[in-house]
């Protein structure tokens, strides 16, 4: 009987306890604002889909159009109305133009990278360099370009200037991370034994993120010759980006732009693998 | 010994210091840079802008119109981030070292990533200008290809980082290649891919100004319209407009990343 009792209240058990799946997702804040950020963005997308302006466009036969353009722009690429020769400059050109603004936003942005890194100088001027630079990014490049050409003219020093403010918000931000990164011990170490701002500057900040440095500094390069393609088109700039702009809206010679384009492209991915090189090589 | 470590240091810096300095020669040649004009335009510009380069008060008329381009600059950046992100996730999953079905797919889905990263959005925009005119689908196109290009890069390292060990574990187990993909290697990688999305569409934002520049569309049509006709006022208003939602949408992706990070 008792036996029997026992037996009842164990099937009694098993039957209070259906078989569920184990829970493998907590609901947390993490997981909410996840989902919530891929919900809106879908919801953004589709909403946006139904709200472009297609001005009346055969999408199916515009679809068309662009393969049968990118078929002969790859495929039948010709030079009409320069050389080849002509072309590799120009490419020098362009190339020109990033390396100054690199130059110049790398130098610029060491400075102010120092300023804006907590552990270098104080919490308030941090915070104040720190907001100008998100500001000055904020800012689309070729905004700066056009606003520096009215006082300067359009041309080179317009373009380098204005692509130049870009390059120090960008730097700055990634140098003075890099800075923050800086051991705490090593600057108190320094300190103890009488070294000046200067000298901790020069004898341990700079050189433990000189490997950073270097890989990010190479990184914007790559940014900038993009841009200062883009320069040469909506800018007057010069450089490739100039000829890459005539081609399409004054001539229409979709075979002349694949011939830059292969030139763009080149330069771009020659530039990518230099970049690997370096990053295997620093670390 | 010391004296000769020190000597080779300063010898090595003095070699790269000189070139440096013969490159930018070159460049500063080859790009007929004016340096002089270089540092005397800076204080010009900053007079210039600090005389002419506010919006006034007439100029807020125009403000409900700007508002307008803006928000079809916005939806067009977010649209085309998004569906180049689901693009480049699958991409980046048969490229990547990891999760990829065999090396023969996996270079060839990366180097498709590779020409289209290449590329800038801006000769995207003037080669898409043909047959889609001065239509929001330039732009929407050319930053889809931009951001898929450089979302899959991105997407591949992720994954790289995020998944091979538990890719490993969980292919010890017997488990299938879909089910290590849905269970493993999405989840783990979904919060740094969020993050890489939403720097994507802060850039996107910024490169549909000048796209919109290149092919008249989108606020910065609007930015030259007026610049164009020296409404400097009304131009000045556009670049606010655009440094305050720039700034919104990185305040939101940065509360984001907090988040999930």
């Known amino acids: ?283 | 010994m010391q004296a000769d470590f020190f000597a080779k240091k300063r010898r090595n810096s003095l070699a790269f210091l000189l070139a440096l300095a013969g490159v930018t020669l070159i460049a500063i040649v080859v790009t007929e840079y004016d340096v002089a004009k270089g540092f005397t335009s800076v204080p010009d510009a900053v007079a210039w802008a600090l005389g002419n380069f506010y919006p006034t008060q007439e100029s807020l008329v125009k403000l409900p119109g700007i508002i307008d381009k803006l928000v079809e600059t916005l939806l067009v950046s977010i649209a085309a981030t998004t569906v180049g992100a689901a693009a480049a996730l699958l991409f980046a999953i048969l490229g990547s070292n990891t999760t990829r079905v065999n090396a023969f797919f996996g270079s060839i889905s990366r180097g498709i990533a590779t020409v289209f990263r290449n590329i800038d959005v801006a000769a995207w925009a003037m080669i898409l200008l043909f047959s889609f005119g001065q239509s929001s689908l330039t732009g929407y196109f050319a930053l889809f290809f931009g951001s898929f290009g450089f979302l899959t890069r991105s997407f591949v390292e992720t994954i790289d980082e995020a998944s091979s060990g538990s890719v490993e574990a969980l292919r010890a187990t017997g488990a299938g290649y879909f089910s290590i993909i849905f269970h493993s290697v999405i989840p783990s990688s979904m919060p740094q891919m969020i993050s890489w999305v939403l720097f994507m569409i802060e850039t996107n934002i910024r490169s549909a100004t000048l796209i919109g520049l290149l092919t008249g569309s989108g606020i910065g049509f609007t930015f030259n319209l007026y610049y164009k006709s020296l409404n400097y006022d009304v131009a000045a208003l556009v670049v606010l407009v655009i440094v305050a939602a720039i700034l919104c949408i990185e305040a939101v992706s940065n509360y984001v990343r907090r988040v999930i990070l």
């Open chain 1, 1 to 283: 009987m008792e036996a029997n009792g026992q037996v009842t209240t164990a099937g009694q058990l098993v039957k209070q306890r259906p078989r569920r799946q184990i829970r493998v997702k907590t609901w947390n804040r993490s997981t909410v604002v996840t989902r919530a950020t891929l919900l809106i963005l879908a919801g953004l997308t589709v909403y946006a889909f139904f709200s472009f302006d297609y001005k009346e466009i055969d999408f199916v036969q515009a679809m068309l159009a662009t393969f049968a353009n990118l078929k002969s722009m790859f495929l039948e690429p010709h030079l009409q109305r320069f050389t080849f020769g002509h072309a590799l400059y120009q490419v020098l050109v362009t190339l020109g133009l990033a390396f100054l603004t690199t130059l110049f936003g790398a130098v610029i942005a060491v400075f102010f990278g120092l300023l804006a890194a907590e552990n270098l100088s104080s919490k308030w001027v941090s915070s104040v360099v720190k907001g100008v630079v998100a500001f000055i990014r904020a800012v689309p490049t070729v905004l700066w370009v056009l606003i520096f050409a009215v006082a300067a003219g359009l041309g080179s020093v317009a373009a380098v200037i204005g692509m130049t403010f870009h390059s120090v918000s960008y730097l700055v931000k990634a140098y003075s991370e890099s800075f923050e990164e800086l051991d705490k011990g090593v600057i108190e170490a320094l300190k103890a034994s009488g070294a000046g701002w200067w000298q901790i500057i020069f004898q341990a900040v700079l050189p433990s993120s000189l490997t950073y440095m270097i890989s990010w500094t190479f990184l914007r390069f790559e940014i900038n010759f993009a841009v200062a393609v883009a320069m040469g088109a909506a800018a007057g700039a010069g450089g490739i980006g100039f000829d890459m702009f005539m081609a399409s809206n004054f001539y229409l010679d979709i075979r002349e732009i694949g011939a830059i384009t292969y030139f763009i492209l080149a330069v771009a991915i020659l530039l990518e693998i230099t970049a690997a090189k370096l990053k295997k090589r620093l670390t």
